[in-house]
């Protein structure tokens, strides 16, 4: 049999794919800020944390990342250990490749005509506005590429340390249970490195009280999309066969 003819390459090769094109996009447009409150047409929630303020305002990429985290914790139960880490590796080496073209991109010399073609939408400098989009500050590339590659090796250990007492039972615990170590860690590194460490220099309550909403929201947003993990794993046993499937996970579980 031909590798590509294997479906359960074929299955790995697709999930990766699509685990490395949702990192990449949850970087780059998270550069947006977006009212959750505003997006739901609803009046704005305040909250206090910690002394400071403010509403349900978040970055578009957190629209993303619950889809990132089924996609590890799918991976982990077919792959195992070695596949995530994979993928992991991978994913941060193409959100790198990302930011280095961009960082080019944006040094190269405008055409003239274009600095002006967005005039008539209420843009009158496209190559700033160019910047600014796809610039991201260096401290928040770092913090982000550190965050994920923690919190992902984070996930992996908490997933296997659950499924060894769970067997193949109760998918929903080891999936919820290893994001929500691995999501506390990921909340709070990237707003860490990126704005403590960082020029913004932030305060310790403006940090934390961040951190905590961003991981309150990535929480909620993982648990509501629990069904989507069984969907997929329903998908993906109809695709293999039942045989194949328990085969794979049985592997996933020893490595």
Not at 94 to 101: C, E, K, P, S, T
Request: proline share 3%.
């Amino acid at each position: 049999m031909r590798l590509l003819d294997d479906r359960a390459t074929r299955l790995f090769a697709a999930l990766a794919a699509f685990f490395c094109a949702n990192a990449v996009l949850a970087e780059f447009i998270g550069v947006k800020i977006f009212a959750l409150e505003g997006t739901l047409g609803i009046a704005p929630l305040h909250w206090n944390l910690f002394g400071q303020g403010g509403t349900l305002d978040f970055t578009a990429g957190t629209v993303v990342w619950p889809i990132v985290f089924i996609m590890t914790d799918t991976v982990n139960e077919y792959f195992g250990k070695r596949g995530v880490r994979m993928v992991s590796w991978l994913a941060a080496g193409l959100v790198a490749y990302g930011f280095l073209f961009a960082y080019v991109a944006i040094r190269l010399a405008p055409a003239s005509w274009w600095v002006g073609a967005a005039q008539g939408q209420g843009v009158p400098d496209y190559q700033a506005a160019y910047a600014a989009v796809f610039g991201q500050g260096m401290w928040i590339m770092v913090g982000s590429l550190v965050a994920f590659l923690v919190g992902q090796l984070i996930d992996i250990h908490v997933f296997h340390q659950i499924r060894r007492r769970t067997g193949e039972r109760h998918a929903w615990l080891r999936a919820t249970g290893s994001t929500a170590v691995s999501q506390l860690v990921d909340s709070f590194v990237v707003l860490y490195i990126a704005f403590v460490i960082g020029p913004q220099r932030w305060p310790t309550s403006l940090f934390l009280a961040v951190g905590s909403l961003n991981y309150v929201y990535k929480m909620l947003a993982a648990i509501a999309l629990i069904p989507l993990l069984y969907l997929a794993r329903a998908g993906i046993h109809r695709y293999l066969g039942h045989a194949r499937a328990a085969q794979l996970r049985e592997q996933a579980a020893q490595a």
